[in-house]
Structures are given as C-alpha cells and as structure tokens.
C-alpha cells in the first residue's frame, strides 16, 4: 500500500533522494512520514509533514534533510543532504489518519500506514 524507493549505497558527504507512493487502496490519509531503523537501535522518527504543509524533523537530521508530499499524487519524498555514516538504516515511509501538531504519539504509536523498508548505506 506504501511503496519506498530510491534507497542504496552513497558515500558520506554525498544525497539520496527517497520517494514513496501511496496505493489508491489508501484513503483519508493526512500526515505522512518517514522512519527509520539501524541495526540494534530503535525506530527512529526522522520527518513527518501534515496535510498543510508544516514539518518536524529529528535534531540528528535538521538543516540536511528535507521531507516534501505531493498530495495529488499521495506521494511523500526525503531529500537526504550531507549524509554521514550513522544515516544509515533501514528508512520506512508512514501515513496517518491524524494530523496532529504534537509529534509525540507518531513518536511513540508510529502510524496508520506502513511501508516495505529502503535501506540506506553510507559509507566513510
């Protein structure tokens, strides 16, 4: 239902761009967002957008990564900048039924929608 692309192998320093696409089985859906996993780490909230626009970011990721959706077409992206080696992980793209401006409960519940993982390697 969520479809992750655009995940592999970069060097430190160097971007991704992840594009994920929701299926017409999904409706209703507001907030989207991106997760992710590093071996023995938890899940990781990294960027999630509202339906209007506005965004959060992890502290470990602001001022290099960017999230942008395109609602038309039920599509979120993940502009990765200035990556280094603890980016990388398995990254999950997410939607929501709610559009809460706390990020606490995505934190904690993640979200109504999940996607298959993209794995990220950056290697130094």
């Known amino acids: 239902q969520l479809q992750a692309f655009g995940g592999g192998l970069v060097q430190a320093g160097g971007s991704l761009r992840l594009s994920c696409a929701a299926s017409?089985?999904?409706?209703?859906?507001?907030?989207m967002g991106w997760y992710r996993q590093a071996p023995g780490k938890h899940r990781e909230l990294v960027a999630a957008i509202r339906s209007g626009g506005s965004t959060n970011y992890a502290d470990s990721v602001k001022g290099r990564f960017t999230i942008s959706r395109d609602n038309a077409k039920k599509s979120v992206y993940l502009q990765m900048n200035s990556l280094k080696p603890e980016d990388t992980a398995v990254y999950y793209c997410?939607?929501?039924?709610?559009?809460?401006?706390?990020?606490?409960?995505?934190?904690?519940?993640?979200?109504?929608?999940w996607g298959k993982g993209t794995l990220v390697t950056v290697s130094s």
């Open positions: 997410s939607a929501d039924y709610g559009d809460y401006d706390d990020t606490t409960r995505w934190e904690t519940y993640g979200m109504d929608y």
């Open positions: 017409g089985s999904i409706s209703a859906i507001n907030a």
